[in-house]
């Protein structure tokens, strides 16, 4: 009848001991090699390939802004920071950046869309489809004309909508819209593109909308009175309850008050 001798707890201590070093040194081993091969020349990041919009940016502007940011190889390069790199240059609003192996970057670009100035005119910005308001050198805008929008900071997004809303209203009587303006009060005024200013007052999408349909419901019969085209108009108050003051260019009559009936 045979007996197992259990070893010495010396002997497993040493055994666990040297087991753990060799899986430490393979660990190390492992570690060193990855660090080289991703050190390895082969693994530089040779080219940049860009698309997307790109009508406002050649390789040239984005060479310039963004290879001097770019610091890595393959495996280590932040894609983040290259992202945040070119949504710096001008005109960009979103970048999608991707590895392509071994030694290549993709990219895919999101330009803005102008579709107003905002703020003053002698400081302009401009305002995205987005209804964002970014930088950009505002000589490159491809656009013959475009709408000036102005409001408080913050709100630009709210500006646009309505401009959406009332623009076309306006358009119906051949009387483009060239601004509108959110006071800090709340207050909404348009600038048409003949001159005239119309002051729309305070309150909601839907109160604005009903005033100015209102005046223009009736605008043609006034201004036809007088002899005058709907364009003749210089100024006009829709503030009014039950109407809405207007001066006309050539008439005599400095203010004119309609009264609109109520339904």
Not at 39 to 54: H, N, S
Not at 129 to 151: H, I, K, M, W, Y
Request: glycine share 6%; no cysteine.
């Amino acid at each position: 009848m045979s007996s197992s001798v259990a070893a010495p707890l010396d002997v497993k201590l040493m055994n666990m001991t040297a087991t753990v070093l060799f899986l430490g040194l393979l660990a190390i081993g492992a570690v060193a090699t990855v660090r080289w091969v991703v050190r390895m020349p082969a693994f530089d990041i040779k080219g940049i390939v860009v698309t997307g919009d790109v009508s406002h940016n050649n390789a040239l502007t984005l060479r310039a802004n963004v290879t001097q940011r770019l610091a890595g190889s393959f495996f280590s390069i932040d894609l983040a920071r290259v992202r945040a790199a070119f949504e710096a240059v001008p005109w960009v609003r979103h970048a999608v950046v991707r590895r392509d192996f071994p030694s290549r970057l993709m990219v895919t670009l999101q330009e803005h869309q102008a579709v107003a100035y905002w703020g003053s005119e002698s400081e302009p910005r401009l305002i995205n489809s987005f209804g964002e308001v970014f930088e950009a050198n505002v000589d490159e805008v491809e656009q013959d004309t475009l709408p000036r929008l102005n409001g408080p900071e913050g709100q630009a997004a709210d500006v646009l909508a309505m401009y959406h809303v009332l623009a076309p209203l306006f358009a119906q009587l051949e009387l483009p819209v060239e601004a509108l303006d959110l006071s800090s009060g709340g207050s909404w005024r348009v600038e048409l593109e003949s001159g005239a200013n119309i002051e729309m007052g305070r309150g909601s999408v839907a109160e604005i909308t009903a005033r100015v349909r209102r005046f223009l419901k009736t605008l043609t019969q006034v201004t036809s009175r007088y002899g005058r085209r709907a364009n003749a108009v210089e100024s006009a108050d829709l503030r009014h309850e039950n109407g809405y003051a207007i001066r006309l260019a050539g008439v005599s009559t400095t203010v004119a008050t309609v009264a609109v009936p109520k339904k």
